[in-house]
């Protein structure tokens, strides 16, 4: 039965540049069997050497993910959607870390009896206090 599979813009160099298609499968597994042999490129991105999909690639089958399902054993309807969807790590979390971490230690400071004159500002760089 046909499935439609959504590539991610980071893979869609690996299938020439289509950002879905579509193959004939009856299982999930089977869905991404059949891509990843038309578009070989593809297998490396998607699994690992012993034939394991990587911990960051997460397969979706109509906004369910396959790992609260049956996994890629997860079987197929006509006209089902699988999207894969890469993990994505780092942006603004990182920074709301590295904020929290730095409040900890100021509070830390100030338990040790360190004090803090707030920020630097320009009156009280150049003295002025007031």
Known sequence: MPVKVIIPTPLRQYTGKKDSIEVEAKTVAEALSSLT???????????NDEGK????VNIYLNDEDIRYLQKEATPLNSNDVIS???SI??????VVS???????????????GATDNGPLTKEKKNGNTN
């Open 53 to 56: 999909l990587r911990s960051f």
């Open 89 to 94: 790590a780092g942006g603004k979390m990182s």
């Open 84 to 86: 894969i969807v890469p």
């Open 98 to 112: 590295c904020q929290w971490s730095l409040v900890g230690k100021l509070e830390s400071a100030k338990g040790s």
């Open 37 to 47: 042999a038309q578009y070989g490129d593809l297998r490396r991105h998607l699994y």
